[in-house]
């Protein structure tokens, strides 16, 4: 490396020197004035104002004149210190920030260039690549540099391309200081990404004085490179990341009344549970006399006194509405997290409730008001089937239950455990573990567990399927690697996934029987389940905007640790509650969407974005670990949803396949038989875990 370090610093003389040669016109002084822009390289005299004192740069800079520079185009390519860094007072870079345009780099609403460096080496398999690294309140950028004779319009792609690498995305951050006989000391700066990209720069201090200050030093290099590490871990946590400062810009006037389909946007709104409860049927209008209104919206969790990491609104049945039968039923539950509702089946009288595992213990306690509270949602399913069969439902919320036996309503009821039953059994030395069906008197219960390991597991799972990719791709690109990756544990745990939600999806629909489906918390392998049986049974959350509500509703009101599992913020890359589960469920429906294209209106692009929105700090939707957390931070006024911005995209999401645009609601019920779920069925996602080969298009 240090041979291919060599030729690239030559690369770089040679061409400052012919941008010097070609540049008959200099300013007769050797250092910039106050207000001239060194830090971004423009010649426009913006800041005539300024006073900063501290923009000083301690190096001769040739700086040409406008009318000298070629093209005249602004093109910051000629106005560069050889082989210098750029030095210029915070203050001076904030006042240019006004300019939005600093080369390449176009800025975001709130983002500001921090500090800059140069000349930086990027390698790439045999590609080098030479320019500057930018450095602002949101991302590292990289501007790659054309060689000497190279128009700048060769580097709009390939890997020689200038990229971007959001702070949030940084996992780990290694600077090494090796000593070469040919060229000295010099640096060789690793960021190792949490999207399987571990990209690599070396910088060659001019100055290899170790005491020495100066711009083009290694106190200079060593300097920079904190300012990163401050800007992926702020040791002032969350509330310093960029999140907080981005901002939308104002969205054009758009009539959206006028009933246009082929509309780019779609109107923003918040999620609200309830207009979701109504989506499905579950309540009937205020003030409406009806044998059908079995249900109840409470907000007994306003402050999230009974369950902190549950929503403030549940759903619970008629009669279920006091504080402290509530209460009783959270305290036989692990953490508080009671049964609540999640989805309805669209043909059969079933519900989906989610909660975690019971207080059991050794002895295989119960709980009275536990079996009471599930006695009510059997009781208000087989109400409702009658109701509408008898004639006495109301018409607003029928649904139609015509081609199911009425043969098959009883008072069964399914708990359905997501672990392997050594580890539930474990739980149980603990005081917690599973249901004990003996002590639901007068029901009939079935326990079932479906074998998901927990996110220790996981973890080193996609630990080794990122090993593997990064061992086996070559230059000329993957080899073979669909086939290669089957063998992997990642896809063992993948097919049990997919497994557990088609069996659940085929009980609610072919036998008409209620869930319960759970696994420890009830944080990490239950959303994932009921998520994903709800894209396999029902077509609108196989939409753009259903599935925006279906990611609201399971995992942000009802708590999955997404700052836990995810480390935004955080140089522990060693942390134990790190673990991709939200990343192999999004995998989970891509591969429900690869076997049935046609049911879904948005495109690959739509999910990769989104798991690149839940590393990138850009918006507040994924900040925190539950709903009363985003509370306090106030995520909701301070920053921007990620759903927000992609719906002013909505023709980037599109899927030109979808059968479902003539249809209301979406392309199709149940879609649970089409699944094919066998280790066999599934590949490897190379969309996703192989884009970095072509770096970003961000």
């Not at 973890?459 to 990719?469: D, H, M, Q, Y």
């Amino acid at each position: 490396i240090t041979e291919q370090i060599k030729a690239a610093l030559e690369e770089h003389e040679k061409r400052s020197k012919d941008n010097n040669n070609n540049n008959t016109t200099t300013t007769p002084t050797p250092t910039p004035s106050k207000d001239q822009n060194i830090s971004t390289g423009n010649n426009n005299n913006n800041n005539s104002n300024n006073k900063d004192k501290d923009n000083k740069v301690e190096a001769k800079v040739n700086i040409p004149s406008p009318k000298a520079t070629p093209n005249n185009n602004n093109n910051s390519n000629n106005n560069k210190v050889e082989g210098k860094i750029n030095v210029s007072s915070p203050k001076a870079i904030a006042n240019n920030n006004n300019n939005k345009n600093t080369g390449d780099l176009q800025l975001l609403e709130g983002e500001k260039l921090l500090s800059e460096i140069e000349p930086v080496f990027h390698f790439t398999f045999n590609a080098k690549g030479n320019g500057i690294l930018k450095l602002t309140n949101y991302r590292l950028f990289f501007q790659c540099r054309p060689s000497p004779g190279e128009k700048p319009s060769s580097l709009a792609n390939g890997p020689r391309r200038s990229f971007s690498i959001p702070l949030g995305l940084i996992d780990r951050i290694i600077n090494t200081g090796t000593i070469s006989k040919n060229i000295g000391k010099f640096f060789c700066l690793s960021i190792i990404c949490r999207d399987f990209r571990n990209i690599k720069f070396s910088y060659v201090p001019s100055d290899q004085s170790p005491a020495s200050k100066g711009p083009n030093s290694i106190y200079a290099f060593t300097t920079f490179v904190k300012k990163i590490e401050t800007g992926a871990f702020p040791p002032n946590g969350i509330l310093s990341l960029f999140l907080f400062s981005y901002k939308l810009p104002p969205m054009p006037h758009q009539n959206f009344n006028n009933n246009n389909n082929n509309s780019n946007i779609i109107p923003f709104e918040r999620f609200d549970i309830v207009k979701e409860f109504k989506r499905q049927k579950m309540l009937v209008s205020p003030g409406t006399a009806s044998n059908f209104d079995l249900w109840r919206v409470v907000e007994v969790n306003r402050t999230f006194q009974v369950c902190n990491t549950y929503p403030q609104t549940w759903l619970v049945p008629k009669g279920w509405t006091d504080l402290k039968d509530l209460e009783q039923v959270a305290a036989f539950r692990s953490k508080g997290r009671i049964p609540v509702f999640v989805w309805k089946c669209t043909e059969t009288p079933a519900t989906l409730w989610r909660c975690s595992q019971p207080l059991s213990g050794i002895k295989g306690k119960s709980s009275v008001k536990d079996h009471a509270y599930l006695r009510a949602i059997l009781d208000n399913n087989s109400k409702e089937f009658l109701n509408l069969n008898s004639g006495t439902g109301n018409k607003n919320v029928q649904r139609d239950f015509t081609n199911f036996d009425l043969a098959k309503v009883d008072n069964k009821i399914y708990f359905m455990d997501a672990r392997p039953k050594m580890n539930a059994m474990a739980n149980r030395m603990k005081g917690a573990g599973y249901e004990n069906m003996s002590t639901y008197e007068g029901m009939q219960c079935e326990l079932r567990f479906l074998d998901i390991e927990n996110i220790h597991v996981m973890r080193t799972a996609l630990k080794k399927l990122r090993n593997f990719i990064l061992k086996e791709t070559s230059e000329q690109g993957p080899c073979d690697l669909a086939s290669k990756c089957q063998n992997l544990a990642w896809y063992n745990h993948m097919s049990l996934l997919m497994k557990g939600a088609k069996d659940t999806l085929s009980i609610m629909q072919n036998e008409g029987k209620t869930v319960i489906l759970h696994c420890s918390d009830g944080w990490d392998r239950t959303p994932q389940l009921c998520s994903l049986v709800q894209i396999m049974g029902d077509g609108y959350y196989r939409t753009i905007k259903g599935f925006q509500d279906l990611i609201e509703q399971e995992w942000l009101s009802l708590g999955h640790k997404f700052s836990d599992r995810i480390g935004i913020g955080s140089g522990h890359y060693k942390d134990k509650e790190r673990s991709p589960i939200f990343i192999q469920w999004i995998e989970s429906v891509w591969q429900v969407k690869k076997q049935n294209e046609k049911y879904f209106e948005f495109n690959d692009r739509y999910l990769i974005v989104i798991i690149h929105a839940v590393y990138s700090a850009r918006f507040g939707t994924f900040v925190g670990n539950c709903e009363e957390e985003r509370v306090k931070m106030r995520t909701r006024e301070k920053t921007v949803s990620l759903w927000e911005w992609m719906n002013r995209r909505k023709g980037m999401w599109e899927n030109e396949n979808w059968e479902g645009k003539e249809k209301k609601g979406g392309g199709g019920g149940n879609i649970g038989d089409k699944v094919k779920c066998e280790k066999g069925d599934l590949v490897l996602w190379e969309g996703y875990y192989c884009y970095w080969r072509n770096y970003f298009d961000e």
